[in-house]
T-cell receptor, first 113, second 106 residues
């Protein structure tokens, strides 16, 4: 079974802090994704990566950056956390074949105070 | 922009009922993903389909590419089916519906 592991289920940080969310997958997937999920808005793509050190902006990249130094690990960074970044963050991974499903982690519920 | 519309947004059913969740989309796609999200957040892939119908246990998914419509059916619903069901058509990216929240009452 594919395993996508996010480092924290719940996280509380303060405004202005630099926040790191980590995601690791064990299936040698080329593609990795970061989404945020907010009530009434569904899943929105922040960034994705199709290879090591490669990244592409999604629909809402502002205020975020990502890092992919190893194939299995994709990190989301909130450079200076703000209260409007309080949300559920979900990581996903998939093979390059675009008709393959994405596999999701359990999510990190992040609160910025 | 609303590339994906799901209906209904909320659904309450009695145990044993047949359930249908609908998904309409406006973009050209190569496949469509149905996802299940339980309280607490984790998302599980149910189906990925590009034509016709797929069945897995009590779950059936259908898609009509020409009409840009897909349905997810649950036969003999059970309280453990209570979850949010998300439709995700795959065009040049995954698009996501806002989900249908299903509650099955014993």
């Amino acid at each position: 079974d594919v395993k996508v592991t996010q480092s924290s289920r719940y996280l509380v940080k303060r405004t202005g802090e630099k926040v790191f969310l980590e995601c690791v997958q064990d299936m040698d997937h080329e593609n990795m994704f970061w989404y945020r999920q907010d009530p009434g808005l569904g899943l929105r793509l922040i960034y994705f990566s199709y290879d090591v050190k490669m990244k592409e902006k999604g629909d809402i990249p502002e205020g975020y950056s990502v890092s992919r130094e190893k194939k299995e690990r994709f990190s989301l960074i909130l450079e200076s956390a703000s209260t409007n970044q309080t949300s559920m963050y979900l990581c996903a991974s998939s093979f390059t074949d675009r008709n393959q499903p994405q596999h999701f982690g359990d999510g990190t519920r992040l609160s910025i105070l | 922009k609303n590339e994906v519309e799901q209906s209904p947004q909320n659904l309450t059913a009695q145990e044993g009922e047949f359930i249908t969740i609908n998904c309409s989309y406006s973009v050209g796609i190569s496949a469509l993903h149905w996802l299940q999200q339980h309280p607490g957040g984790g998302i599980v892939s149910l189906f990925m389909l590009s034509s016709g119908k797929k069945k897995h246990g009590r779950l059936i998914a259908t898609i009509n590419i020409q009409e840009k419509h897909s349905s997810l059916h649950i036969t003999a619903s059970h309280p453990r089916d209570s979850a949010v069901y998300i439709c995700a058509p795959l065009g040049n990216q995954f698009y996501f519906g806002t989900g249908t929240s299903l509650t099955v009452i014993p």
